[in-house]
């Protein structure tokens, strides 16, 4: 299992630091610097808007379905007509839930239609996912690595053309982008759909409503932990919109969102080692294997991803901004200060937090998940008026150290989890000799790349000569005969 978790780790981080950060930094980016802070602020907000009310649209079923076809692949013939119709009523529900919340929020008649085309996108997306769980629950994780990249290669082509064509980058909107994005998902929905009608046995839509009450009831408390969470991880930008007076409210959504996105970019990789890690948790439960054994591989590695790269962020926040961002560069740089140490919260999160849900411990993360949108929204609340981007910023860090913190003192408790002395010692003289480096590179007589360039060096030299990573360790379970 060790083998299987690495190799196919090694190929999902390949394929997407391959495409996602040319998409992130080359269309994304792109899209904002071309459109202004204020208009790629109102996409932001809505886009995000669109996200709140996701999960009616999935109801947990993913993740459920995640979880038990990897302990059970039979269940695949069994379940996936009845599910498929559901999903579509589930749609119905969605879109009445999220135009009717629009237009009691006060949304107008442009910002309503931009959130027609985002609904929709919402919607496709929600079924690529749940294709994707399919596909990963049978264990496929070549197939469900190149699908996931498939998406953003498409968004790559088609926005890449528009906004770097001399021709039409004058006449670019947010809408626009929404547009490409519909197409980008709707072509990936129907590869997923084929690879996975050619394992189940789906001939014709069937209604049943036993099965889908068993279905709903079953996937509960994985709807009500993705709703949570969506919440307080989502809702800072609508907030912010909603809060502030017109045109500050967009234009402060627009500075949270440069921040925003290349911690959303990070979070790519830890979210990448949770998407392998849910079934391969989910199948060692089952058969009473340790789970130990992967998280002492998974968690350095994602340990020395994430506090590398807060450090180097906090030491390089104004320059990182300056570079990519021609407006409110201080403002952003701020924002983000604030934003990235959340991705260690994040990366222990994605760890623990999909440990508690293979094993289903779904109450536990609920009540933290609840506690979490409740000080989150109050310090929004408090914060945003004064405050603006950089209170909701603060908002979003405390919620996530919280959590993550929960999440995992609860995850050693249950499993036993206690890190043997060398690996505490290891871990301390990490963090001492981070933070120690990040302090010499201020003395150093160079431009601020080449100290970051060295710092980064630095700490991976850290890490290997201290055998916080064990790289002989993991080329020989690369090597391995997979049990």
């Known amino acids: 299992m060790q083998r299987k978790f690495l190799a196919n780790l090694i190929l999902l981080l390949f394929l997407n630091l391959l495409v996602k950060p040319l998409y992130i930094f080359g269309i994304d980016l792109g899209v904002q610097n071309l459109v202004g802070p204020d208009e790629y602020g109102i996409f932001f907000s809505m886009f995000n808007f669109s996200m709140l009310f996701n ?87 070549k197939t469900d690595s190149l699908i996931s990249v498939l998406d953003r290669v498409i968004l790559i082509v088609l926005c890449g053309y528009l906004i770097y064509n001399r021709h039409t980058r004058s006449q670019f909107t947010v809408e626009w982008f929404a547009i490409c994005q519909t197409a980008a998902y709707l072509v990936t929905f129907l590869v997923a759909l084929l690879v996975v009608m050619r394992k189940a046995a789906f001939r014709r839509f069937y209604w049943n409503p036993t099965f889908a009450r068993m279905i709903l009831r079953n996937s509960f408390p994985y709807a009500l932990l993705a709703l949570l969470m969506m919440f307080y991880f989502r809702i800072d930008s609508v907030l912010l919109e909603r809060l502030l007076p017109a045109g500050t409210g967009s234009l402060q959504a627009g500075i949270y969102a440069s921040a925003f996105r290349l911690l959303d970019a990070f979070l790519m990789i830890p979210y990448l080692f949770s998407v392998l890690l849910l079934p391969m948790f989910a199948r060692m439960i089952r058969f009473r294997e340790n789970p130990g054994q992967i998280i002492s591989i998974a968690f350095p590695i994602i340990l020395l991803f994430s506090v590398g790269t807060v450090a180097l962020s906090l030491g390089f926040s104004r320059e990182i901004m300056e570079l990519l961002y021609n407006d409110h560069v ?154």
């Open 55 to 141: 999960i009616l649209l999935d109801a947990g079923i993913t993740n459920y379905n995640n979880r038990n076809i990897s302990q059970y692949r039979h269940l695949l013939n069994k379940h996936f007509s009845g599910i498929f119709t559901l999903r579509l009523l589930l749609a119905v529900v969605y879109v009445l839930i999220a135009f009717g919340t629009g237009l009691m929020a006060g949304y107008s008649q442009r910002q309503m239609q931009l959130l027609g085309f985002l609904a929709f996108n919402q919607f496709i997306i929600s079924f690529i996912l749940y294709l994707r769980s399919n596909i990963a629950g049978l264990q496929l994780f």
């Open 330 to 483: 201080e403002e952003s740089a701020r924002v983000y200060s604030l934003l990235v140490p959340g991705l260690v919260a994040f990366s222990a999160s994605y760890i623990f937090g999909t440990l508690l849900t293979a094993n289903g411990n779904l109450r536990i993360l609920n009540l933290i998940a609840g506690a979490g949108m409740v000080v989150n929204i109050l310090l929004n609340i408090m914060l945003i008026p004064r405050y603006q981007a950089t209170g909701s910023a603060f908002a979003s860090l405390v919620t996530l150290m919280l959590s993550a913190i929960l999440q995992m003192v609860i995850s050693v408790r249950k499993f036993a989890l206690v890190p043997s002395r060398s690996q505490w010692i290891r871990s301390l003289l990490f963090l001492s000799g981070v933070f120690a480096i990040m302090w010499i590179q201020q003395f150093l007589p160079w431009e601020w790349y080449l100290r970051m360039g060295m710092a980064a060096l630095a700490i991976l030299v850290l890490a290997f000569s201290i055998r916080f990573i064990q790289p002989v360790q993991l080329y020989r379970i690369l090597l391995r005969t997979a049990p």
